[in-house]
T-cell receptor, first 115, second 109 residues
Framework: DAGVIQSPRHEVTEMGQEVTLRCKPISGHDYLFWYRQTMMRGLELLIYFNNNVPIDDSGMPEDRFSAKMPNASFSTLKIQPSEPRDSAVYFC?????????????FGDGTRLSIL | AQSVAQPEDQVNVAEGNPLTVKCTYSVSGNPYLFWYVQYPNRGLQFLLKYITGDNLVKGSYGFEAEFNKSQTSFHLKKPSALVSDSALYFCALNNDMRFGAGTRLTVKP
């Protein structure tokens, strides 16, 4: 079974540009999570969805960030406009069932560099 | 407030020796505690979890963890470390998807 697939794996762009990160969760999973990993702040939960509906977006840093899940097999995280401090590795993860008792399956991340 | 802490940034052990990676937590209610491992340029991989039941939990690759309610700890252990165990390890409080800062484990031959 294919794992969580993220694209692109690497993205380098200039400040002010729009950035779109993509995620395909594991088929059948009903929870999807977006995380950001930096040396300074570690791994931070940005937003998560249940059955395509956003449940908690309190971790989204500011209005420049938005996430959508139009169907069960696809999600996007957008940053517009991007800033150098957005440089990080962004992970998508999915799980099945309760958020508490089930493990999350992570993609290999998108390494984002904003110049 | 709920929290999870990994008090050691780095742990160094010799191959063949036992290893311990520490994790402490604070939660209202019952904790859902997980350990994950991250290799370079990869996502986190699930190792084991404690939800309820036996305090000693066994997981992948020979790892185990002991849940201690009185000490609010969930330390990761392995009886005999391998060089290939070298990686970044994260403890997670899954009640609110909160991760510790990570501990870098280095196993030297």
């Amino acid at each position: 079974d294919a794992g969580v697939i993220q694209s692109p794996r690497h993205e380098v762009t200039e400040m002010g540009q729009e950035v779109t990160l993509r995620c395909k969760p594991i088929s059948g999973h009903d929870y999807l999570f977006w995380y950001r990993q930096t040396m300074m702040r570690g791994l931070e939960l940005l937003i998560y969805f249940n059955n395509n509906v956003p449940i908690d977006d309190s971790g989204m840093p500011e209005d420049r960030f938005s996430a959508k899940m139009p169907n069960a097999s696809f999600s996007t995280l957008k940053i517009q406009p991007s800033e150098p401090r957005d440089s990080a590795v962004y992970f998508c993860a999915s799980s099945f069932g309760s958020t508490g008792s089930q493990p999350q399956h992570f993609g290999d991340g998108t390494r984002l560099s904003i110049l | 407030a709920q929290s999870v802490a990994q008090p050691e940034d780095q742990v160094n052990v010799a191959e063949g020796n036992p290893l311990t990676v520490k994790c402490t937590y604070s939660v209202s209610g019952n904790p859902y505690l997980f350990w994950y491992v991250q290799y370079p340029n990869r996502g986190l991989q699930f190792l084991l979890k404690y939800i309820t039941g036996d305090n000693l939990v066994k997981g992948s690759y020979g790892f185990e963890a002991e849940f201690n309610k009185s000490q609010t700890s969930f330390h990761l252990k392995k009886p005999s470390a391998l060089v290939s165990d070298s990686a970044l390890y994260f403890c997670a409080l899954n009640n609110d998807m909160r991760f510790g800062a990570g501990t870098r484990l280095t196993v030297k031959p």
